[in-house]
């Protein structure tokens, strides 16, 4: 799913090609996406777009006459942009969700996949806009003091606590991973168990890895569109690189897997050497579940 980094790529992309132009057109190619018709899309076609911000990790579209359009890109959703004359660059396995036909281009929402669960949203008035908005603090914006007051509101997980969009904004699945690591803290540590410096250590991670990661995307684009936005990046340190070398420690990086998505960390920097239940392989093992990384890597035939 795009996060903070990719979203606010994307909406700078689309600040400069939208603002200032009007909507002509737009088509609906799937059913589901659209899943509000109040306001009718026929008061935005004509209107010029005033502005383009990010809602967490929503991006809306906001237009003359106090309207605007959320669009959530879920999982697998994507923009594709086409200057006027030219054809959007083709993605395989996309399926076309809709079309804006402004007048500097048109921007075509494509999701990888067959579930469809990319979604768009019609909005009158900012109180309208108001209620997607889940109440997330803002890191980037946000003081030491907030952000552990935030963090001890509830006990969850690290993992999950810098995911829950009411407590934190814009951070999902992949950025969560390279924040813990950079923080050096277990995704299974409670946050009602944080000392005040391990706060200020997630804190300045969180800060670091996110502002960091945005510059990167920026800088990969020049001039161009973000073609390519995906949760596996090159140069991540631990998501999506199972069993491949912490680039601290050199140890093989580790995961937890829980339905079709999975946390990834170090043992050696995060967990003091001791490897996370792995639901699949636990099951498996029960109360044989290895109490260290050589015996783990010894269950699985030793290292890659």
Same mark, same amino acid.
């Given at each position: ?10 909406? *700078? /992309? ?14 609906? $190619? ?23 911000? =990010? ?23 994507? %923009? ?9 660059? &083709?993605? +395989? !396995? ?15 929402? #494509?999701?990888?996949?067959?579930? @469809?669960? +990319?979604?768009?949203?019609? #909005?009158? !008035? +900012?109180? !309208?806009?108001?209620? %997607?908005?889940h109440g997330g603090l803002e890191v980037g914006a946000a003081t030491l003091s907030e952000f552990a007051e935030v963090l001890r509101r509830r006990n969850h997980t690290l993992k999950r606590a810098l995911t829950d969009p009411t407590l934190l904004s814009g951070i999902g699945n992949a950025y969560s991973d390279e924040i813990l690591w950079e923080a050096q803290l277990s995704p299974i540590r ?20 996110? /502002? ?5 995307? =920026?800088?990969?684009?020049?001039? !161009? %569109? ?5 949760? %596996? =990046?090159?140069?991540?340190? #631990?998501?999506?690189?199972? =069993? ?10 580790? $995961? ?7 946390? &990834? ?17 636990? $099951?498996?093992?029960? @109360? ?9 890597? *010894? ?6």
């Amino acid at each position: 799913m795009p996060e903070l980094p990719d979203v606010t790529v994307y909406v *700078e /992309a689309l600040q400069a090609r939208l603002v200032g132009h009007r909507l002509n057109d737009v088509q609906f $190619r799937s059913p589901f996406v659209l899943r509000t018709v109040d306001p009718p899309m026929s008061e935005f076609k004509g209107r010029a777009v005033k502005g383009i911000q =990010r809602l967490a990790k929503r991006i809306v579209m906001a237009f003359e006459g106090d309207l605007y359009i959320a669009i959530h890109l879920m999982r697998l959703g994507r %923009f594709r942009w086409a200057s006027p004359g030219t054809k959007a660059k &083709n993605a +395989a !396995g996309k399926v076309l969700l809709a079309t804006f036909s402004f007048e500097s281009g048109t921007l075509h929402l #494509v999701e990888m996949g067959p579930k @469809k669960r +990319a979604s768009i949203h019609l #909005v009158r !008035g +900012a109180e !309208g806009l108001a209620a %997607f908005d889940h109440g997330g603090l803002e890191v980037g914006a946000a003081t030491l003091s907030e952000f552990a007051e935030v963090l001890r509101r509830r006990n969850h997980t690290l993992k999950r606590a810098l995911t829950d969009p009411t407590l934190l904004s814009g951070i999902g699945n992949a950025y969560s991973d390279e924040i813990l690591w950079e923080a050096q803290l277990s995704p299974i540590r409670q946050t009602s168990k944080l000392t005040d410096d391990e706060i200020a250590r997630l804190f300045e991670a969180t800060r670091t890895s996110l /502002a960091t990661w945005t510059d990167r995307l =920026r800088e990969e684009l020049v001039t !161009g %569109f973000p073609e390519k936005v995906t949760a %596996f =990046r090159e140069g991540m340190a #631990v998501h999506g690189r199972y =069993r491949e070398p912490c680039p601290r420690c050199g140890s093989p990086v580790q $995961r937890i897997v829980y339905a079709d998505r999975e946390t &990834n960390y170090c043992a050696t920097c995060q967990t003091e050497g001791r490897p996370l239940a792995d639901r699949a392989l636990s $099951r498996l093992l029960g @109360k044989d579940w290895p109490k260290t990384m050589e015996e783990l890597e *010894e269950i699985r035939g030793g290292p890659r």
